[in-house]
């Protein structure tokens, strides 16, 4: 410990936090394709890589223009590896207006920002950034929380690593793009990482990831060991009621009547919260909600599409989707049922007979789906179905590539109303979490006792917490999910290009986060705590990467 209590990072990790963050790099655009060359190079400075320079490699990812994922290695003694991660491609910087910019020039964004505020009238919001970047403690910019700084400390903590000739075992840096979006970069390098290490010799025993978490406080929740990151899917509903006149409404059932119920029954409902571990994960909320006509009709809708945002702990695919087609069904089963009753009160009104009663509804899984398809359609109605997803695959948007696909297939399949269709609408990010296994366990006594050292060395109290809440490259990195999640995902998830394929050789090893903290990412007030990012943060690093290797 006492080379690293003497180690000062802070300078070195400003250094590299504000040319990475010069480097403009939003996610699908030629800066994020750009990157990594640049990155590369700034490591080629450091004395170890310009000697070794074959231990830095670039892999491809994907994109137009190509985007790849940068691998540095410095090795010492023995095989045991431990592997640092981070994505360096940022979000877009709209929401900075007219300091656009300056996003990628801390010192300047941070006089111009703090020039603005102390100019008029703030929110709660403004005035807390304000009192922050006073404190000399903040500093602002797109991306510098997440998570540049947090890929800075770590190739601070990689030179120094290097500079030690009795270094034992080897460290890594992965560097990947587009986990903003798909996790893509990530994915595409869980895929290379076992050549990657079958080259070098490297046993990778653990990793760690550096996304960055937002603490409104001081920084008592924001400097944290994430043991696991939580998962989150996209259900989907494809509601289809029975088309009426609006002068005639109970000669069919409206499918915006049954998606009302569906939402109610769903849209923050505490009971659909998955808990494990002492903590809860929010509950699901409805993220797109549309009737799929094309214009004006005096005619109830027929087709409602709604989405949800699901977070979880313990469920798996097949247990979230479950519950979310019985839910569902209850929620069609009561909007048909009061529908219904108002159908008689109507009638009675009318001293009339009544219409024949809405029918009760299905709920057809987008497996149950494509059988029915097959059936009716055979190989030409897949092929079509097929052939409209090749036209679509630039589509960015997962929620709008699900939707027409899904419509298109109750077309083709002459789904006949109420009825809902339901599906996965987006890439599935995997909860993962340390386990019970003699590597997972030897990895957190290694990370506790650095944790102990760091802070007798005089370092801030570190905190463990069981779930990173926000959706990070940490679902994939180490992760090799089961077979038969693999396959339930594939055959419920309408677009194969939101499939995560996974091959049965990817690496698997336990995974913690620790990254830096500040408040506001992804806003126009992002801002990162600098004594934490920029000191802290490395040091802890450091003695875990010392722990984890001797």
Not at 111 to 126: F, G, I, K, V, Y
Not at 222 to 243: D, E, M, Q, W
Not at 327 to 345: K, L, S, Y
Request: hydrophobic letters at 40%; proline letters at 6%; a negative charge.
């Amino acid at each position: 410990m006492g080379a690293i209590k003497q180690w000062n990072p802070k300078e070195r990790v400003r250094e590299f936090s504000l040319r990475l963050v010069e480097w403009a790099s939003e996610t699908g655009t030629p800066g994020e394709a750009a990157f990594a060359p640049k990155l590369a190079g700034l490591l080629r400075e450091i004395p170890y890589f310009r000697d070794h320079p074959d231990q830095i490699r670039l892999v491809d990812s994907h994109g137009d223009p190509m985007t790849k994922s940068v691998v540095a290695v410095v090795r010492g003694r023995g095989s045991r590896t431990l592997a640092l991660a981070g994505h360096y491609d940022v979000v877009s910087v709209a929401n900075y207006r007219e300091l656009a910019s300056l996003a990628f020039k801390p010192d300047e964004l941070l006089a111009a920002l703090m020039a603005d505020l102390e100019s008029r009238r703030l929110n709660a919001a403004e005035q807390r950034a304000l009192d922050d970047f006073r404190t000399g403690d903040f500093l602002p910019g797109r991306g510098l929380l997440d998570m540049k700084s947090g890929i800075a400390a770590a190739i601070a903590v990689l030179a120094a690593f290097a500079e030690d000739p009795d270094r034992q075992g080897n460290l890594v840096l992965v560097a990947t793009p587009d986990e903003e979006r798909n996790s893509r970069g990530m994915r595409s390098l869980r895929d290379a990482l076992p050549v990657i290490a079958t080259d070098f010799g490297l046993d990778i025993a653990a990793g760690i990831n550096l996304d960055a978490t937002s603490d409104q406080g001081d920084g008592t929740e924001g400097r944290a060991i994430y043991r696991g990151t939580i998962g989150k899917a996209l259900p989907f509903g494809l509601v289809i009621g029975h088309s009426s006149h609006a002068g005639y409404p109970f000669e069919g059932i409206s499918a915006q009547l049954i998606a009302s119920e569906v939402t109610k029954a769903i849209e923050g409902n505490p009971a659909l919260c998955d808990t494990s571990d002492g903590e809860i994960s929010p509950p699901p909320i409805c993220l797109e909600c549309k009737d799929l006509r094309g214009g004006y009709e005096v005619t109830t809708p027929e087709r409602v599409w709604i989405a949800f945002n699901w977070l979880s702990h313990r469920w798996g695919p097949r247990d979230l989707l479950d519950r979310f087609a019985r839910a569902v069904g209850q929620a069609m089963e009561d909007a048909i049922g009061r529908f219904n009753e108002h159908a008689r009160a109507y009638a009675a009104l009318l001293g009339m007979p009544q219409s024949a009663p809405a029918a009760s509804g299905e709920v057809i899984t987008i497996e149950e789906l494509r059988t029915r398809l097959r059936l009716i359609g055979g190989d030409v109605a897949l092929a079509r179905i097929g052939a409209l997803e090749s036209r679509l695959r630039d589509c960015d948007d997962p929620l709008m590539l699900t939707r027409t696909i899904v419509n298109a297939m109750v077309t083709e399949a002459g789904v006949i109303g109420p009825a809902v269709i339901v599906g996965l609408s987006s890439l599935l990010y995997p909860s993962v979490r340390l386990g019970l296994g003699d590597e997972h366990r030897a990895f957190a006594e290694a990370v506790e006792s650095a944790r102990l050292a760091f802070e007798a060395a005089g370092g801030s109290p570190v905190k463990y917490r069981e779930y990173f809440t926000g959706i990070s490259d940490m679902s994939f990195f180490g992760h090799r999910p089961a077979v038969d999640d693999s396959s339930f995902v594939a055959d419920n998830t309408p677009a194969s290009a939101l499939v995560d394929t996974v091959r049965q050789d990817v690496l698997s090893f336990p995974v913690v986060n620790i990254g830096p903290w500040g408040r506001e990412y992804h806003q126009r007030l992002e801002r990162v705590h600098v004594p934490y990012a920029f000191d802290e943060l490395p040091r802890l690093l450091r003695e875990i990467v010392s722990c984890v290797l001797a």
